[in-house]
């Protein structure tokens, strides 16, 4: 069994910034990608971004250049540093976690229990 705990978010202004953190937990599990996605009232939930295990990232256009996700492998954690925010940023945040598992083999996708963002005008 794998957790994930997501932490960080809250009410913030246009223009400020938070950081989303991810505490991962669980035996038997090797991590592949790890993700944030968010979810805005009424709509669809959209990839925002994500971090292979060798590093590389890609991101959602809307938020590149001013959003940055990173890992820590030895202390399994996942954080989504969020800068110049703007209102249609507000939303559910989840982290996103795909790997599998050692023994087995078998695949696994877990999810938080998200965090919620709001950015106000």
């Known amino acids: 069994q794998v957790q994930l705990v997501e932490s960080g978010g809250g009410l913030v202004q246009a223009g400020g910034s938070l950081t989303l953190s991810c505490s991962i937990s669980g035996s038997s599990f090797r991590i592949n990608a790890i993700a944030w996605y968010r979810q805005a009232p009424g709509q669809q939930r959209e990839l925002v971004a994500t971090v292979s295990s060798g590093g590389d990232t890609n991101y959602l256009d809307l938020v590149k250049g001013r959003f940055t996700i990173s890992r820590d492998n030895v202390k399994n954690t996942a954080a989504l540093q969020m800068n110049s925010l703007k209102p249609e940023d507000s939303g559910v945040y989840y982290c996103?976690?795909?790997?599998?598992?050692?023994?087995?083999?078998?695949?696994?996708?877990?999810w938080g229990q998200g965090t919620q963002v709001t950015v106000s005008s």
């Open positions: 996103n976690v795909r790997g599998r598992e050692y023994y087995s083999g078998t695949s696994l996708d877990y």
